[in-house]
């Protein structure tokens, strides 16, 4: 499995930016695609996840309400849509390819995930 990230840019605080990953290769049924990032300094943390087939999603307290994911079957590709940026969002953002995917709870963790993308970096100045 093959995932190429792209969409990240330099915005102001406030502004939006939509992040899109392409995903090439064999899948599971089951498989669930999720957005983590990654600061200066910091480790990788969550941000959102989708399970392909159900359409189930999760997000992380710090972004819900402002981020969306999203998925196109069609073009095999999720979306972040990111409203409302913060200076705080400024990070590497990365996504990954979880084969499979049981529960609601096991998509929203760095180790579940078996293949990353290369990230794309997202400035938001104040």
């Known amino acids: 499995v093959q995932l190429q990230a792209s969409g990240g840019g330099l915005v102001q605080a406030g502004a939006s930016l939509r992040l899109s990953c392409e995903i090439s290769?064999?899948?599971?049924?089951?498989?669930?695609l999720g957005w983590f990032r990654q600061a200066p300094g910091r480790e990788r943390e969550f941000v959102a996840a989708?399970?392909?087939?159900?359409?189930?999603?999760r997000y992380s307290d710090s972004v819900k309400g402002r981020f969306i994911i999203s998925r196109d079957e069609g073009k095999n590709t999720v979306y972040l849509q990111m409203n409302s940026l913060k200076p705080e969002d400024t990070a590497v953002y990365y996504c990954?390819?979880?084969?499979?995917?049981?529960?609601?709870?096991?998509?929203?963790?760095?180790?579940?995930?078996?293949?990353w993308g290369r990230g794309t970096l997202v400035t938001v100045s104040s």
């Open positions: 290769g064999r899948f599971y049924s089951r498989y669930a």
């Open positions: 990954g390819y979880k084969a499979n995917s049981y529960y609601s709870e096991d998509i929203v963790g760095v180790s579940e995930y078996d293949f």
């Open positions: 989708i399970k392909w087939s159900l359409g189930t999603r």
